[in-house]
């Protein structure tokens, strides 16, 4: 029978154990799978954030000119010009209002005899709004391709003759013209375009390209030199606002279930044979049986007093239960064991 006991005992605490691990990996899952859910809600208000609050850095477009000559024979024709739309996939505007760009081309341009011998000449361009009204104008003067000897030349050609061949490099250089430093959006006549003009008749090109650069400051700055420390700071933040905002709900909602919690009422029972009676509004003690049968004798002169008699036997004691209430309760002893008398005042 002992063995039989201490195995009933043993299997019962391996099923607590066992209910004891189970419980705790349950709560363990729960809180993994909510710190899992609060992480890719901070990860999402992040970038949230950082796509409605970045604009776009940097943005590049191809410049394709064109001209008009007269006559097919002709040596002289129009300027080059290229028209270029700011507007990515046709909708979205390329620029920020309040948020400074730098504006520049990039020309690729042969060493040949004809750029060498061009001298100076200037690059205009011209930013429209929507119907075509000019917004802003700028000029800018320019150089050709750097000047160098003939020898410097052949030396050069010699050097990187190899390379040449092969098509790995060519004979250009690449002219980079600043035509806005610190261009600024019009809020109510936003860019969506710009004209470029090339004022001079015999320049040759072999590709240009319109770079828009943002000039970042402040908060952009940081978001834009350091994504990394940016995104985790940012991420960390709203996870530890969320835990704290969850933790805080958790709290009132424990609080508020403990105020609402119902209050017990205490019941007294008093005993027929107990020589001191419990009271509600304090501790007092039972008169002694000559007062009692005095309290008596009146009480039972005074019916208005007397609240309830009742009449037992010696084999049944009385049992009175008196709930708490806000009337002072006096119980008394009688002088014989057939009547209880009790007066509530």
Same mark, same amino acid.
């Given at each position: 029978l002992?063995?039989?006991?201490?195995?009933?005992?043993?299997? &019962?605490?391996?099923?607590?154990?066992?209910?004891?691990?189970?419980?705790?990996?349950?709560?363990?899952?729960?809180?993994?799978?909510?710190l #899992?859910?609060?992480?890719?809600?901070?990860?999402?208000? /992040?970038g949230?954030?950082?796509?409605? /609050?970045?604009?776009?850095?940097?943005?590049?477009?191809?410049?394709?000119?064109?001209?008009?000559?007269?006559?097919?024979?002709?040596?002289?024709?129009?300027f080059?010009?290229?028209?270029?739309?700011?507007?990515? &996939?046709?909708q979205?505007?390329?620029?920020?209002?309040?948020?400074?760009?730098?504006?520049?081309?990039?020309?690729?341009?042969?060493?040949?005899?004809?750029?060498?011998?061009?001298?100076?000449?200037?690059?205009?361009?011209?930013?429209?709004?929507?119907?075509?009204?000019?917004?802003?104008?700028?000029?800018?003067?320019?150089?050709?391709?750097?000047a160098?000897?003939?020898?410097?030349?052949?030396?050069? #050609?010699?050097?990187?003759?190899?390379?040449?061949?092969?098509?790995?490099t060519?004979?250009?250089? %690449?002219?980079?013209?600043?035509?806005?430093s610190?261009?600024?959006?019009?809020?109510?006549?936003?860019?969506?375009?710009?004209?470029?003009?090339?004022?001079?008749?015999?320049?040759?090109?072999?590709?240009? %390209?319109?770079?828009?650069?943002?000039?970042?400051?402040?908060?952009?700055?940081?978001? /834009?030199?350091?994504?990394?420390?940016?995104?985790?700071?940012?991420?960390?933040?709203?996870?530890?606002?969320?835990?704290?905002?969850?933790?805080?709900?958790?709290?009132?909602?424990?609080?508020?279930?403990?105020?609402?919690?119902?209050?017990?009422?205490?019941?007294?029972?008093?005993?027929?044979?107990?020589?001191?009676?419990?009271?509600?509004?304090?501790?007092?003690? %039972?008169?002694?049986?000559?007062?009692?049968?005095?309290q008596? #004798?009146?009480?039972?002169?005074?019916?208005?007093?007397?609240?309830?008699?009742?009449?037992?036997?010696?084999?049944?004691?009385?049992?009175?239960?008196?709930?708490?209430? &806000?009337?002072?309760?006096?119980?008394?002893?009688?002088?014989?064991?057939?009547? %209880?008398?009790?007066?509530?005042?």
């Amino acid at each position: 029978l002992g063995v039989g006991a201490l195995v009933q005992r043993v299997q &019962d605490a391996g099923r607590q154990l066992l209910l004891r691990l189970w419980q705790g990996a349950l709560q363990l899952a729960l809180l993994m799978l909510l710190l #899992t859910l609060l992480l890719w809600v901070a990860a999402f208000l /992040y970038g949230s954030f950082y796509y409605s /609050y970045m604009p776009t850095p940097s943005y590049s477009a191809p410049v394709h000119f064109f001209y008009r000559c007269v006559r097919c024979d002709s040596a002289i024709c129009s300027f080059p010009r290229a028209n270029i739309s700011l507007l990515q &996939d046709g909708q979205k505007q390329v620029m920020t209002y309040g948020q400074p760009y730098r504006i520049s081309l990039h020309l690729d341009m042969p060493e040949s005899p004809a750029n060498q011998n061009l001298g100076m000449f200037m690059v205009k361009m011209s930013c429209y709004s929507h119907g075509g009204k000019v917004i802003s104008t700028s000029a800018r003067s320019t150089c050709c391709i750097t000047a160098s000897s003939s020898l410097l030349q052949s030396v050069g #050609t010699l050097l990187f003759s190899p390379l040449l061949l092969t098509g790995v490099t060519e004979q250009k250089q %690449v002219v980079t013209i600043e035509l806005f430093s610190a261009y600024r959006e019009n809020a109510y006549l936003p860019t969506v375009g710009v004209v470029v003009e090339l004022q001079s008749q015999r320049v040759q090109i072999y590709s240009a %390209v319109l770079l828009v650069h943002a000039h970042f400051t402040g908060i952009r700055y940081v978001l /834009y030199q350091f994504p990394g420390l940016s995104a985790l700071l940012g991420v960390a933040s709203n996870f530890g606002f969320l835990s704290l905002l969850i933790l805080l709900s958790s709290a009132q909602f424990s609080w508020r279930r403990f105020v609402s919690a119902p209050v017990h009422t205490h019941t007294h029972t008093h005993l027929y044979g107990l020589t001191e009676m419990e009271s509600i509004s304090g501790d007092e003690n %039972v008169p002694d049986a000559q007062s009692t049968d005095e309290q008596g #004798t009146g009480s039972a002169g005074q019916g208005s007093e007397v609240e309830t008699t009742s009449s037992v036997s010696e084999e049944t004691p009385c049992d009175v239960n008196v709930e708490e209430t &806000d009337a002072a309760v006096f119980c008394s002893s009688p002088p014989r064991p057939e009547e %209880v008398n009790c007066i509530i005042s």
